[in-house]
């Protein structure tokens, strides 16, 4: 008995594991989103803009989703230094989300929100019911504002990397490119892990974003401009071009259209006289142009200044990406691994 188990433990043992050297690499990933831009920042901006019509979407106010995503990304930070995961369907399986005390002067730095401000929307929040205090929980509602589940997001996200993984395949460091299927399935098997990875890009994003346009709805509105350019151009051009090259083919082609404030505020949801003004604040910090036919665009000299920022942000969302590639592989290697134990 003791030998048949022996010989069935040294089978096992023999099972493929995933090998260190199979993983891939940040500065691989990085290279490969900068120097195919032209291919994926038309997918990525997209999403982010997505994403930030969701954002204002659920308060008409960036800073309070900006505060409640925060206050989440520290329950999932817990989750994860802990070694808890959690699927989708778990995370959501209600509305409330536990968690961990927090004190105004936090946020406020964290977030590079007064802190005035902060104790006012936090106020706000908690009179609307989004955040409670039950005993010693404090949770937050999600069903006391509108919140949608981020099923969008997952799919643009499971878009964006799937793309980039058949430009890694090109380039030969992927052996073949990874489904939006199979993303789709990873993100939301790990979901409470890779959601707080994507909200340490998101969030950063925002603020350092905030800080160039002094708030986020003027960042918002900026970016469709971005946006609009991005998505014309590459209908024109259809050649791999990195960053600066094709920052360079978008002022330099005068087909690529601007877009007018109407078209703007029915994307954002902002009001129209809202966006108008910070149009008009925004040509006259030179950041964007009018043309006689309303149009908006990006301006050369303002793009050139937001080239470290977008860097910085290119860092983290290449780490990002690695992280769940990474984790693709190795839930490839698991999957083989069951079918060996069977």
């Not at 195919?36 to 997505?50: A, D, F, N, P, R």
């Not at 330099?252 to 949801?269: L, P, R």
Request: proline content about 2%.
């Amino acid at each position: 008995m003791f030998i048949l188990g022996l010989r069935s433990y040294n089978f096992n043992m023999n099972v493929k594991i995933p090998e260190i050297s199979d993983q891939l690499y940040k500065e691989d990933i990085l290279a490969v989103m900068e120097n195919k831009y032209s291919t994926l920042g038309s997918v990525w901006v997209s999403h982010q803009m997505e994403w930030c019509n969701g954002v204002y979407s659920s308060f008409k106010d960036h800073d309070k989703f900006l505060i409640v995503i925060f206050l989440v990304n520290k329950t999932l930070d817990f989750y994860s230094r802990n070694f808890v995961k959690m699927t989708y369907e778990e995370f959501y399986s209600k509305d409330t989300v536990e968690i961990e005390k927090f004190n105004i002067a936090e946020i406020a730095e964290a977030l590079n929100i007064p802190k005035e401000t902060t104790r006012r929307k936090i106020l706000e929040l908690t009179n609307i019911g989004a955040i409670k205090k039950i005993k010693k929980k404090i949770i937050i509602d999600r069903s006391k504002f509108y919140y949608s589940k981020p099923v969008d997001s997952i799919k643009r996200v499971s878009r964006f990397l799937t793309t980039l993984s058949e430009l890694c395949k090109e380039e030969k460091i992927l052996p073949k490119n990874i489904t939006s299927e199979e993303l789709e399935l990873v993100i939301k098997d790990n979901f409470s892990y890779i959601w707080k990875l994507y909200y340490e890009v998101q969030i950063p994003m925002l603020i350092s974003y905030k800080k160039i346009f002094e708030d986020i709805e003027t960042f918002h509105i900026f970016g469709i401009c971005a946006v609009n350019e991005h998505l014309n151009a590459r209908k024109i051009s259809r050649n791999y071009l990195n960053r600066d090259e094709f920052f360079k083919f978008i002022f330099a082609v005068n087909e690529v259209q601007g877009i007018n404030a109407m078209s703007i505020s029915d994307i954002t949801s902002i009001p129209r006289a809202t966006v108008i003004r910070k149009l008009k604040k925004l040509v006259n910090q030179k950041i964007l142009t009018i043309d006689a036919k309303k149009h908006y665009k990006l301006t050369d000299s303002f793009s050139n200044k937001l080239k470290p920022l977008q860097r910085n942000i290119f860092v983290k969302l290449a780490d990002f990406s690695t992280k769940v590639f990474n984790l693709v592989v190795l839930s490839k290697n698991l999957d083989n691994k069951k079918k060996k134990y069977k």
